[in-house]
Nanobody, 126 residues
């Protein structure tokens, strides 16, 4: 089993920045990917960014590319999401998720992820 704990959410004005953190514990060698997803009220959950824990390869949603950066700590059991130039449409609950190792044709597909954190709220005001 893997446990995920997010931190770093909050409220910010448009154009501002936030940094989210996600710490994994438990059987972390089983993790192949760690990613961030978000869900706004009345909308479906969408993949934001993910990173392969082995090779450090990254994938981003088109809506956040060039504004968000996902990275991992050297120990590879903590991932970060640096969010810059935030927009009101980025307002959502952000969830950290972990997937077992393997190859996925759609790395940002939530169906690939086995473990989920409780979420942290990000609110961007105009």
């Amino acid at each position: 089993q893997v446990q995920l704990v997010e931190s770093g959410g909050g409220s910010v004005q448009a154009g501002g920045s936030l940094r989210l953190s996600c710490a994994a514990s438990g059987y972390t060698p089983s993790i192949g990917y760690m990613g961030w997803f978000r869900q706004a009220p009345g909308k479906e959950r969408e993949g934001v960014a993910t990173i392969s824990t082995g090779g450090g390869y990254t994938w981003y949603a088109n809506s956040v590319e060039d504004r968000f950066t996902i990275s991992q700590a050297n120990a590879k059991n903590t991932v970060y999401l640096e969010m810059n130039s935030l927009k009101p449409e980025d307002t959502a609950m952000y969830y950290c998720a972990a997937a077992r190792g393997g190859w996925y044709s759609l790395p940002l597909d939530a169906a690939n992820y086995n473990y989920w954190g409780q979420g942290t709220q990000v609110t961007v005001s105009s």
